[in-house]
């Protein structure tokens, strides 16, 4: 099991997750495996296309967090902003990004924890979906 991502009450497991350095920035993808919900399809899906992280290396991740209020911030340092799609794309705010241990024998893989609020729009009777919806993530990355 990669890990699972809590949307409210809701507990999703993650089928795919994936960091990778770009050129300028890295990219951070999480992907969930799809629930039926009252005759909807939910299949989460997390991701930030524009990380600038502190590192040189990725090892150097371990024990870094990253945290912001909203991408409209002045300190708020990535070119994109992170997001939560569940039936349409939401900025995450009041968020925090957090790295874990290197895993594999090669470190291929690294821990992560990722919480923070997005809207999930669902429903004229939201029963506690709408705006600022916490989530928390906690999965194991492939590194590519």
């Known amino acids: 099991?990669?890990?699972?991502l809590q949307l409210h009450e809701?507990?999703?497991?993650?089928?795919s997750a994936v960091l990778s350095r770009?050129?300028?920035?890295?990219?951070?993808?999480?992907?969930?495996?799809?629930?039926?919900?009252?005759?909807?399809?939910?299949?989460?899906y997390l991701y930030h296309h524009g990380l600038r992280l502190p590192v040189g290396d990725v090892h150097d991740l371990q024990g870094e967090v990253l945290s912001w209020g909203t991408s409209a911030d002045d300190a708020?340092?990535?070119?994109?902003?992170?997001?939560?799609?569940?039936?349409?794309?939401?900025?995450t705010c009041e968020a925090?990004?957090?790295?874990?241990?290197?895993l594999g024998a090669e470190g291929e893989q690294i821990e992560l924890a990722w919480q923070?609020?997005?809207d999930?729009?669902?429903?004229?009777?939201?029963?506690?979906?709408?705006?600022?919806?916490?989530?928390?993530?906690?999965c194991?990355?492939?590194i590519d």
């Open 120 to 138: 999930v729009l669902w429903g004229d009777d939201a029963g506690g979906y709408g705006q600022g919806v916490p989530f928390a993530c906690h």
């Open 96 to 102: 925090s990004l957090g790295f874990g241990r290197i």
């Open 22 to 44: 770009g050129e300028r920035h890295w990219t951070l993808d999480i992907e969930t495996e799809a629930q039926d919900f009252d005759g909807e399809r939910w299949v989460p």
């Open 76 to 91: 708020y340092p990535h070119p994109e902003m992170g997001v939560l799609y569940v039936f349409s794309h939401h900025e």
């Open 116 to 118: 923070g609020v997005a």
């Open 10 to 15: 809701r507990r999703f497991q993650v089928t």
């Open 140 to 142: 194991v990355a492939r």
């Open 1 to 4: 099991m990669l890990g699972t």
